[in-house]
């Protein structure tokens, strides 16, 4: 039998990135975790990684079956203690200008980011609710679900989706005494933004070069700073999130990075003195772009 010294915990997303550091993380502290992943290759390489104490869950958070599949799981394997804590955080990024941005790519944006943790916390919320200890939901944010940079409006607009639910089930869970807690990292060094640069080149090919010309700037400024390994390590999340599970009395939020914390300064200026900055640090694009003749 697994050890459950700690109680259990749900983390989507559990492949790479945050998600696998939070896996390993929290089974090092004693939590009997469940990672929910999407492909058997992963899955084994976490249960190797973990010296087999990370038990694997097959797990799409967009897929309705797959999600009533892993709640049947793992409540058969907790043996009527619930979960502990409940960790939102598989997710997706889709760049763009929002002129451009297809809409079923936006939409894909927002079922996955927004729509997908909802999903889960509704389906485990009776798990969460038999937890002899104090129950955490911690949902995945982002510094961009409270600054929206250029070109990143879809995913700054699921992640702002993502704060004002994760404020709604805050209040809404306390008659149980549920806690929910939002992660706002900065750039963190996951594989996300390598995926997410190419498949933004992918889906910005098949529009045409005409109602791209005038953005081309703003993208060759993201293709040149999104770089491989860039940010703070995942493990920092991970001992974060811990620490949100375990406390006594959990902040509503949690910002990790300097680059976050420079955003925060941000947002607390005057509009008209923000935007201005924003647009001082980025090349001149639209119809202020350099003449190609």
């Known amino acids: 039998m697994m050890n459950n010294q700690a109680g259990s915990v749900l983390i989507t997303g559990a492949s790479t990135g945050i998600g696998r550091a939070c896996a390993l993380h929290l089974v090092a502290r004693g939590f009997q975790v469940f990672a929910g992943v999407r492909s058997p290759e992963h899955a084994e390489q976490l249960r190797l990684a973990s010296g087999g104490r990370v038990t694997t869950v097959m797990l799409d958070v967009t897929d309705a079956a797959q999600i009533d599949a892993a709640v049947a799981t793992i409540r058969a394997q907790t043996n009527g203690q619930g979960l502990r804590a409940l960790v939102n955080n598989a997710g997706i990024a889709v760049p763009g200008p929002l002129e451009v941005v297809p809409i079923e790519a936006f939409r894909r944006q927002l079922e996955v980011n927004t729509l997908s943790p909802i999903a889960v916390t509704q389906a485990f919320l009776p798990l969460l609710r038999e937890s002899s200890r104090p129950a955490t939901i911690v949902n995945m944010g982002s510094i ?48 996300i933004w390598d995926k997410t640069l190419a498949s933004s080149l992918q889906m910005l090919a098949d529009v045409s070069q005409a109602r791209l010309a005038p953005y081309q700037p703003l993208i060759d400024m993201v293709k040149a700073t999104v770089k491989p390994g860039m940010g703070i390590p995942p493990e920092r999340v991970a001992r974060v999130v811990g620490q949100a599970i375990t406390c006594r009395r959990p902040r509503a939020r949690y910002v990790i990075g300097l680059d976050a914390y420079g955003q925060l300064v941000l947002i607390h200026l005057p509009t008209w003195l923000r935007d201005w900055l924003v647009r001082l640090a980025l090349p001149p694009f639209g119809d202020l772009a350099p003449s190609k003749k």
């Open 144 to 191: 961009s679900g409270r600054f929206t940079h250029p070109l990143f409006g879809p995913y700054s607009a699921s992640k702002f989706a993502l704060e004002a639910c994760s404020d709604a089930l805050r209040i809404e869970l306390s008659p149980w005494g549920i806690r929910v807690v939002c992660i706002e990292p900065g750039i963190i060094a996951t594989p």
